[in-house]
């Protein structure tokens, strides 16, 4: 606990720290006080895996700058991630599905329903990313599987994108200064090789930065709490309906 408290006022200032506590009492409270008869949700109990519930990141132990600027652990919900994919209508096989802030791993294993080439998460909580990698695991073994999934306990600025036709998930993982190093990452990539890029950006809170400081992400689709933006090789889009 000492530990995880300097870490923790190395990498705030001090007037964050009395925040931090407070979300660490909180949590506790939560996991103590709650009783024990909540039920899974449809798709833990298919695959007897544990992507339900909400992490604040003032209850994890992470050693990074950017933990600031991170956000909770919340799941996506399932219909949603699934409904998004589905109006994509890509060749799967050719591309590679990259999930930034990917938590217990819902997202890595809703994507796995579909036949990507591979499928990766990205996740800076070392707890996190243990948890989803076990997911991974029971996930496998349960539905007979054979999809590439990988959960990398790293922080997302310090990704390489690999040279794949790629799907990113972005469920508002984290504040603009990470956004914008990692957007910048994945514009560089694709200036260094142009192929069809898709960013899926749910719960969109900065996405009037993006337009301001990313243009050539095209946005092919906006509705309420999503836009998805489009890289092709000639740097256009196409509509979504």
Same mark, same amino acid.
């Given at each position: 606990?000492?530990?995880?408290?300097?870490?923790?006022?190395?990498?705030? @200032?001090?007037?964050?720290?009395?925040?931090?506590?407070?979300? !660490?009492?909180?949590?506790?409270?939560?996991?103590?006080?709650?009783?024990?008869?909540?039920? #899974?949700?449809?798709?833990?109990?298919?695959?007897?895996?544990?992507?339900?519930?909400?992490?604040?990141?003032?209850?994890?132990?992470?050693?990074?700058?950017?933990?600031?600027?991170?956000?909770?652990?919340?799941?996506?919900?399932?219909?949603?991630?699934?409904?998004?994919?589905?109006?994509?209508?890509? &060749?799967?096989?050719?591309?590679?599905?990259?999930?930034?802030?990917?938590?217990?791993?819902?997202?890595?294993?809703?994507?796995?329903?579909?036949?990507?080439? !591979?499928?990766?998460?990205?996740?800076?909580?070392?707890?996190?990313?243990?948890?989803?990698?076990?997911?991974?695991?029971?996930?496998?073994? @349960?539905?007979?599987?054979?999809?590439?999934?990988? $959960?990398? $306990?790293? &922080?997302?600025?310090?990704?390489?994108?690999?040279?794949?036709?790629?799907?990113?998930?972005?469920? !508002?993982?984290?504040?603009? #200064?990470?956004?914008?190093?990692?957007?910048? !990452?994945?514009?560089?990539?694709?200036?260094?090789?142009?192929? &069809?890029?898709?960013?899926?950006?749910?719960?969109?809170?900065? @996405?009037?930065?993006?337009?301001? @400081?990313?243009?050539?992400?095209?946005?092919?689709?906006? &509705?309420?709490?999503?836009?998805?933006?489009?890289?092709?090789?000639?740097?256009?889009?196409?509509?979504?309906?």
């Amino acid at each position: 606990m000492l530990q995880r408290f300097l870490r923790a006022y190395r990498r705030h @200032q001090l007037k964050d720290i009395p925040g931090l506590i407070l979300k !660490n009492v909180r949590h506790a409270w939560t996991h103590f006080s709650e009783p024990s008869t909540s039920h #899974p949700s449809e798709f833990d109990a298919t695959y007897h895996v544990e992507t339900d519930s909400i992490r604040e990141t003032g209850s994890l132990d992470i050693d990074s700058p950017n933990a600031r600027h991170a956000v909770r652990y919340e799941p996506s919900p399932s219909g949603m991630v699934r409904s998004i994919l589905s109006t994509l209508g890509l &060749d799967w096989r050719r591309y590679t599905f990259v999930d930034f802030g990917a938590g217990k791993g819902r997202v890595l294993l809703l994507a796995a329903e579909l036949p990507f080439k !591979n499928i990766i998460g990205v996740e800076f909580s070392p707890e996190l990313a243990e948890l989803a990698s076990n997911n991974i695991a029971r996930y496998l073994a @349960q539905a007979g599987s054979s999809a590439r999934i990988s $959960c990398l $306990c790293l &922080d997302a600025v310090d990704f390489r994108f690999p040279e794949d036709p790629l799907v990113c998930y972005f469920y !508002n993982p984290f504040g603009y #200064p990470v956004l914008e190093r990692v957007l910048s !990452n994945l514009l560089a990539s694709h200036a260094r090789s142009a192929r &069809d890029i898709y960013v899926i950006y749910v719960h969109p809170v900065h @996405q009037a930065e993006i337009k301001r @400081q990313s243009p050539a992400l095209v946005p092919i689709r906006e &509705d309420e709490g999503l836009v998805v933006y489009h890289l092709g090789k000639d740097m256009g889009g196409q509509s979504i309906r």
